[in-house]
């Protein structure tokens, strides 16, 4: 059983940075895909980011390219989300999850390919 935890959350003022991590037990970190998705209230569970097992291929989502950095370590099994240039919009509580089945493609993007999640860290960007 996979189990994901998720820190890093906060308040920070717009434009500012903050770090999310998440960290993977059970099964074997590095052979799945990993990814990130936000869920703001009264909207529907968005993605963020996504990596292949190896970290040589990622995905992200078109309001958070340029500003988002997903990454991971397979040696400490965790996986990284570097969130720069903060934007209001971007406040949302954010999930981890792990692909665990699925090969890494374009359908990554999709909440529905991945297997288990964490429980969520809030971000909260004020203007």
């Known amino acids: 059983q996979v189990q994901l935890v998720e820190s890093g959350g906060g308040l920070v003022q717009a434009g500012g940075s903050l770090r999310l991590s998440c960290a993977a037990s059970?099964?074997?970190?590095?052979?799945?895909?990993m990814g990130w998705f936000r869920q703001a209230p009264g909207k529907e569970r968005e993605f963020v980011a996504a990596?292949?097992?190896?970290?040589?291929?990622?995905y992200y989502g078109d309001s958070v390219k340029g500003r988002f950095t997903i990454s991971r370590d397979n040696a400490k099994n965790m996986v990284y989300l570097q969130m720069n240039s903060l934007k209001p919009e971007d406040t949302a509580v954010y999930y981890c999850a792990a692909d665990y089945t699925s090969a890494f493609n374009s359908r990554s993007v999709y909440e529905h390919e991945y297997d288990y999640w964490g429980q969520g860290t809030q971000v909260t960007v004020s203007s």
């Open positions: 059970g099964g074997t970190f590095s052979s799945y895909a």
């Open positions: 990596i292949s097992w190896s970290g040589r291929s990622t």
